[in-house]
């Protein structure tokens, strides 16, 4: 009954922009890594260059360079971790001064009245954003120390199947982008629902506009065509 009463203070304009954040999120994550729309993709030819980084791998003695690269992922996504923990953190604080925040709110452009309880709502809910890009980062940690794991136990000696090595060594580090791209989207995505704080209109539009930067970037990004260009 409490939680109901809560989420009564919730329009219908707020709950058609929540849906259709989670319809844009989750959407365009399937999209891309499953691979739907039929076209190439900065996610499928970054797995191409990562077998082609396994293979060139095989034929080194001395992998020094390989772990430097490892290395330095490691380093981008300690920095993105820390950085959640950061935000989370000061979220949280943000609950305890939430009448100063719709104060602030309510003097920006286009903003609307709206109540303590839907604006905790909102700050619990953009909480959960960067909780959700944490857990991905942390993953993609993980899963980029399993690589180095997997870097050692590559043999130094030609084997008669060699390059299912090199295949393996290219899904652990797929795995691990994979993940590591998701959190970076959590972070965009957040963006959006802190729009919300001043209109459900413009949480709607932000959320848009997301997608459609993120859509650029994925299918027809300058980077994506150096790529591909033979």
Same mark, same amino acid.
């Given at each position: 009954?409490?939680?109901?009463?809560?989420?009564?203070?919730? @329009?219908? $304009?707020?709950?058609? %922009? #929540? @849906?259709?954040?989670?319809v844009c999120w989750l959407g365009y994550e399937m999209v891309v890594e499953r691979g739907w729309i039929g076209r190439r993709t900065l996610h499928e030819e970054t797995h191409k260059l990562r077998l082609a980084w396994g &293979? /060139?791998?095989? %034929? &080194?003695?001395?992998?020094? /360079?390989? /772990?430097? $690269?490892?290395?330095?992922? #490691?380093? @981008?996504l300690s920095f993105y971790a820390n950085t959640s923990i950061y935000i989370i953190a000061a979220l949280f604080a943000a609950l305890g001064t939430l009448d100063q925040l719709m104060a602030m709110a309510s003097e920006l452009p286009f903003s609307r009245a709206m109540s303590k309880e839907a604006t905790e709502i909102k700050l619990l809910i953009l909480i959960g954003v960067f909780v959700v890009a944490y857990f991905k980062f942390t993953w993609s940690l993980r899963q980029f120390n399993l690589l180095s794991i997997t870097l050692g136990s590559v043999p130094q000696e030609a084997e008669e199947d060699l390059d299912r090595h090199a295949r393996k060594f290219a899904a652990v580090n797929t795995c691990a982008g994979n993940d590591f791209n998701r959190g970076l989207r959590a972070y965009y995505f957040g963006m959006a629902v802190m729009s919300w704080m001043v209109s459900p209109w413009l949480f709607i539009c932000s959320t848009l506009v997301i997608v459609f930067v993120l859509a650029r970037r994925e299918f027809s990004s300058p980077v994506l065509k150096a790529l591909t260009d033979v």
């Amino acid at each position: 009954m409490f939680f109901e009463q809560y989420l009564a203070k919730f @329009s219908w $304009l707020d709950w058609a %922009g #929540l @849906s259709w954040f989670l319809v844009c999120w989750l959407g365009y994550e399937m999209v891309v890594e499953r691979g739907w729309i039929g076209r190439r993709t900065l996610h499928e030819e970054t797995h191409k260059l990562r077998l082609a980084w396994g &293979r /060139v791998m095989l %034929g &080194r003695n001395q992998r020094i /360079v390989d /772990v430097a $690269l490892i290395g330095n992922l #490691l380093q @981008s996504l300690s920095f993105y971790a820390n950085t959640s923990i950061y935000i989370i953190a000061a979220l949280f604080a943000a609950l305890g001064t939430l009448d100063q925040l719709m104060a602030m709110a309510s003097e920006l452009p286009f903003s609307r009245a709206m109540s303590k309880e839907a604006t905790e709502i909102k700050l619990l809910i953009l909480i959960g954003v960067f909780v959700v890009a944490y857990f991905k980062f942390t993953w993609s940690l993980r899963q980029f120390n399993l690589l180095s794991i997997t870097l050692g136990s590559v043999p130094q000696e030609a084997e008669e199947d060699l390059d299912r090595h090199a295949r393996k060594f290219a899904a652990v580090n797929t795995c691990a982008g994979n993940d590591f791209n998701r959190g970076l989207r959590a972070y965009y995505f957040g963006m959006a629902v802190m729009s919300w704080m001043v209109s459900p209109w413009l949480f709607i539009c932000s959320t848009l506009v997301i997608v459609f930067v993120l859509a650029r970037r994925e299918f027809s990004s300058p980077v994506l065509k150096a790529l591909t260009d033979v």
